[in-house]
């Protein structure tokens, strides 16, 4: 077992010592301007360093792991801030903003996806990632509607892009709109692309809107199931492109960190952490986000960016702008 997790640990300790670091000068400067928080600075600064010079070979490892798995642990550990009840009452509460934000937001796919002449399958991956989870979601609906490497970068690029602004603009908008932490919570985790950058704008905007808007964007996620199941059914019916979906592969759809989230929910439910304890882990899972937010940074490719073009750009741009107007007009409009 150490054999095979020894080569393993010395590919990826580089990017995530440089992930980590530059996570650890975010946080200082978070402490020095709480405004700022962590999270922003960190995906700021991995932003610069890319854009100075592009991270090598021998980082790339280091650096998917840190934006991957550990942003994903971070998520797990968010769950020892709640409890199930709260979790079951969050994804009842917010069901209807997130059903009228994805209805707007597969309609919206359908109807300026035609307009612009972006391709189908492309027009999908963006609606997809905009509407439910961003690059999870693309990655999960690629193989169904048979999508081939270029629609797939182009959707993951169109989706960062709009991931990264609105790290910055929705808290500016939640302030401006004067919102309550509750329901920014709502709004980022209804209305923002990537769980990466839901966990962002919450946390720069406040803690407080933190575990909500976590809780929110993960029930979001299981929407990528029943879409998938859809998307498998009509891509049968126009021809054999996409792969079917049977039992299994509907089952592995659900991410393994919202299990974990969950179950470390349901421990801390059961009053199985301490009150430093839970501090602890809180603690870990702001520093392991500002890590990945970091990754996340170093990681942007202006070169793909650019090559998307601009109808791809303007159509998530549009679904952004519609899925945002969607979750504040129906949070409004509820009590």
Sequence with gaps: MFRTAAPRLSAIWPGVLLASGIAALSTLIGRLIPIAGSALPAIGIGVLVALVRRPGPRLAPGIAFSGGFLLQLAVV???????????????????????CTLAACLLGTWVFGRMLRVPRRLATLIGVGTGICGASAIAAVSPVIGAVG?????????????????????????????????????????????????????????????????VVKLVRTLMIIPVSIGLSIRERRADAGGERLGIRRIVRLIPWFLIGFVAVALLNSLGAFSAPVQGSLTGTSVFLIATALAAIGLSTDVRALRSAGWRPLLLGAILWALVTATSLGVIALTP
């Design 150 to 214: 270029g629609e797939i970068a182009y959707a993951m690029a169109t989706i960062f892009l709009f991931n990264v602004l609105a790290v910055i603009a929705f808290p500016l908008l939640g302030h401006a709109l004067g919102l309550d932490a509750h329901t920014f919570g709502l709004l980022a985790g209804t209305a923002v692309n990537d769980t990466s950058s839901v966990v962002a704008a919450a946390g720069v905007f406040g803690t407080a809107a933190l575990g909500y808007a976590v």
């Design 77 to 99: 550990l968010l769950g020892a801030q709640l409890s199930l009840s709260s979790i079951l009452r969050v994804g009842l509460d917010s069901l209807p903003v997130m059903l």
